[in-house]
């Protein structure tokens, strides 16, 4: 069974027990594989569909969060684009647009906190405006984009026109929670 990341090999899996991760034996590659990386740190780009499973309950919510700790115990980097920080925020002020103020501004930072966010840049355009097949759409070509100029290892999502286009275009993908 290939890994779901579609990595080399599975160097751990993360299984999830309350709320804490543990490592158990890869012994193989499982659907469920972490996503970390051997030697260097793992450059790992998520996009809003990954980032709002830290704060709206949702069903992959806890293979992500442990998928999650996982990566920072890793040491890895965790990016995003700018376009993300508007995409998590219009979702959940629409999503829970009936909370206090204040609590939708605490969702948004909870959901960004420890992502180091990258800026669209005339460089992100110009290779979104090229970048794979024709069928990528514009937001997903943008994040893209940004994996690719931040030298991306793995993109991390949960909407699967995303991933498809991420894997067209070469990107190890994972979502933490889905058998793909």
């Known amino acids: ?77 965790l990016f995003s684009s700018s376009l993300a920080w508007v995409e998590v925020s219009r979702t959940i002020r629409m999503r829970l647009e009936v909370e206090a103020p204040r609590r939708i501004i605490d969702l948004i930072e909870i959901a960004l906190s420890g992502i180091e966010e990258f800026p669209i840049s005339e460089q992100v355009i110009d290779i979104a405006q090229r970048l794979g097949p024709a069928s990528i759409r514009s937001l997903d070509a943008i994040h893209l984009a940004s994996a690719s100029l931040l030298g991306a290892d793995l993109v991390c999502a949960y909407d699967q026109r995303l991933l498809e286009a991420a894997e067209q275009v070469g990107f190890r993908t994972a979502s933490p929670g889905i058998a793909r």
């Open 1 to 77: 069974m290939n890994c779901a990341h579609k990595g080399s090999c599975c160097l751990r899996v993360v299984r999830f027990d309350g709320w804490k991760s543990r490592s158990i034996s890869a012994g193989g590659h499982r659907s469920s594989c972490s996503i970390a990386k051997t030697a260097s740190r793992v450059r790992v780009y998520l996009d809003s569909s990954a980032l709002l499973k830290r704060v709206v309950r949702e069903v992959e919510r806890e293979e992500f969060a442990a998928a999650f700790r996982g990566l920072i115990e890793d040491g890895a980097e």
